[in-house]
């Protein structure tokens, strides 16, 4: 799909372009925007990992961006020794790490790189989790991050990933679409001096629908995958394990 521009908004370069220049305003915009649900849902979307008693000893934050969903994990999971964060934009991860996480630094190994390139060892993760980070990828990039995911895992290990979704068919709809398609870009002219990125971000968003493709894809590779609906629809994600 080509950007104003004509280039492929889902070149992983491309991507890492958007999110190095909105690396700086991504916090604060991302928490007004969606009016205080992000945290909300990276703290449900933790909540839906259930190790049932297995270790969580280490594991994987695929597109960690900056990071806001370890205090999360590390409040539900004390034993946690290190998550691995993993995103192809080192702006905001350099961001995390000097203003939200300069105290629980040790705890965290950064790997900037393309998901989809990285060589993840097998079988190396405890759990695996997602915030955010579904909404640029392809189909095919889908499949391919489903497959990961499961090579990854260990057998028990468990996975959880949520993302922005569309309300299909609810009343929230219009209202969704204004926040998108009428809300961001007025915040962005208004307050960001017209960078194009956080417009961008909503149509990444607009584009990805919900995670119920994502699901499939994941039980395809043979891992136990539920499924959810948050508030309403306005975010959608899916959790589960890998079968001993
Ligand atoms: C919307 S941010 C989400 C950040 C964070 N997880 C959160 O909860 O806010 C999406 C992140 O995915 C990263 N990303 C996008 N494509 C990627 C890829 N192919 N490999 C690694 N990271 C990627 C971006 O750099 C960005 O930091």
Redesign the pocket.
């Known amino acids: 799909m080509p950007s104003e521009r004509g280039e492929d908004i889902y070149d992983?370069a491309f991507?890492?372009d958007v999110?190095d220049r909105c690396s700086g305003q991504y916090i604060a915009f991302?928490y007004v925007c969606s009016m205080g649900f992000?945290e909300r849902w990276?703290r449900q979307c933790v909540a839906a990992l259930r190790p049932e008693g297995r270790p969580m000893v280490a594991g994987y934050?695929?597109?960690?961006?900056?990071g806001?969903?370890w205090p999360h994990l590390l409040k539900a999971f004390p034993a946690i020794e290190t998550i691995t964060a993993?995103?192809?934009?080192s702006g905001?991860h350099q961001r995390a790490l000097d203003r939200l996480h300069r105290h629980r630094k040790h705890r965290i190994d950064f790997i900037e790189?393309?998901?989809?390139a990285s060589e993840l060892p097998d079988e190396s993760a405890d759990f695996v989790v997602?915030?955010?980070?579904l909404k640029?990828f392809n189909d095919a990039q889908h499949k391919a991050l489903a497959r990961l995911i499961a090579r990854v895992l260990k057998p028990g290990g468990v996975f959880s990933l949520i993302e922005a979704s569309d309300p299909e068919g609810w009343w929230l709809r219009p209202v969704y679409n204004f926040h998108l398609r009428g809300f961001l870009p007025l915040v962005e002219r208004t307050l960001l001096r017209g960078a194009q990125d956080f417009a961008m971000?909503g149509r990444y968003t607009a584009n990805f629908r919900n995670a119920r493709g994502f699901s499939d894809l994941l039980r395809d590779e043979g891992l136990d995958a539920e499924y959810r609906d948050y508030f309403f629809g306005c975010a959608s994600g899916v959790s589960g394990s890998k079968p001993l």
Request: charge should be negative.
């Open positions: 992983p991507v890492k999110f991302s992000t990276r934050d695929l597109m960690a961006g900056t806001e969903v993993v995103d192809i934009s905001m790189d393309d998901v989809l997602a915030t955010f980070g640029t971000i």
